[in-house]
């Protein structure tokens, strides 16, 4: 009894890892990994297809590939939500050592920086972030609000362009644009 126990439980791991490995990837699996897909469709999107394609965009770029400093960057958001910046800064470090490549961890730290008043730091980590991934709108936002809180509104008017131009219905982004746009086209007049 024991010898068929073990062979069922053999043939069910290779059926389970067959159906697994040779089973087609749906377009929507494949659609969801493929980020310049993403992004354009995310520049064509109305609003309640951009809130979904945000949601998996997000996801994408919040994925290191490594199971290690997927919790390191988990153990660091939740420091953010505790309100535990030090705790934050300390993930988010260890994470930017460990996955230079890793353009959101880059950004992660750079809004803890900006949190905690750290302008200095927080424009390094976002340019890294940038260079690494220079379609994170989230990204370009966050240098536009340094750019707003160093009273330079023409370069943040043109960061938050840049960010629409990439997610038009950012509403952050939008309201920012529309709360500087008096100021930026009354000088343009």
């Not at 490995?21 to 990994?33: H, I, L, R, V």
């Not at 064509?44 to 290690?68: I, K």
């Not at 927080?122 to 709108?137: G, Q, S, T």
């Amino acid at each position: 009894m024991v010898l068929k126990s073990q062979n069922l439980k053999a043939i069910v791991a290779a059926t389970l890892l067959t159906v697994t490995f040779f089973s087609p990837f749906t377009a929507n699996a494949q659609d969801s990994t493929d980020e310049s897909a993403l992004l354009e469709a995310l520049a064509e999107a109305d609003s309640a297809a951009a809130l979904a394609l945000d949601r998996q965009l997000q996801a994408l770029w919040g994925n290191s590939g490594s199971a290690a400093m997927d919790l390191l960057l988990k153990r660091s958001l939740d420091a953010i939500e505790r309100g535990d910046m030090k705790q934050a800064v300390e993930h988010l470090t260890a994470l930017t050592d460990h996955a230079p490549n890793f353009a959101y961890g880059w950004y992660q730290r750079a809004r803890v920086y900006y949190l905690i008043e750290r302008y200095g730091p927080a424009v390094a980590d976002l340019e890294r972030a940038l260079f690494l991934n220079p379609n994170d709108y989230n990204a370009i936002f966050a240098l536009g609000n340094v750019f707003e809180h160093f009273r330079d509104p023409e370069r943040a008017y043109q960061s938050y362009l840049r960010a629409q131009a990439i997610h038009p219905h950012h509403g952050d982004v939008t309201s920012a644009l529309e709360r500087l746009k008096p100021a930026i086209v009354g000088k343009e007049l």
